[in-house]
């Protein structure tokens, strides 16, 4: 049999598909909210121009699901005066985790109750920034507040973080 040299073609070569590049935008940078507060409650009360508040949040962070619970204390001014207890919930923008929800808090919002009826809604901030700077951590409550109060608020307070699971 005679000797014939077998020649190989290579073979064709493939288009390479390739995806355009994309940069993930950390949940800080998203429209959405980051976090959801499952419930929240506070003391409050007032005598006219100063205005003091103790209470808990438990929140969820949407980006991995771990939850938090922070206690909080703080003093400010309301235009108004009374004492009551309310239970909210709320949305959180501009946070990754629980370490960004915790220090020095801003928040104004309004308050009217009589008895076992009333609402409260508050807008709140993190430190002592402008409330409308891109990608400060801020949010909102809205909540049911018995007792007998009314008038709008402005206040600081201390959040702490008290566990995060997991």
Known sequence: MPYTQATATPPS???VQTAPVSTPTPPS???GP???ILWGFNFSGSVPSYYTTAGMDEVV???????????YMGQGQMAGGGANLSVYGG??????GPEDYTGLTQSCGITL???QYGVSID???SGDVNPFTPGVPKGFTIGWTPG???GGFCVTADYQNTWSFP
């Open 13 to 15: 070569p493939q288009p």
């Open 148 to 150: 007998i109060a009314a």
């Open 61 to 71: 962070f949407l980006v991995d699901g771990t939850r938090a619970t922070y206690n």
């Open 34 to 36: 980051d976090a959801g």
């Open 91 to 96: 949305l959180v923008f501009n946070v990754d």
């Open 113 to 115: 109750s009589v008895a």
């Open 123 to 125: 807008y709140f901030w």
């Open 29 to 31: 940078n998203n429209e």
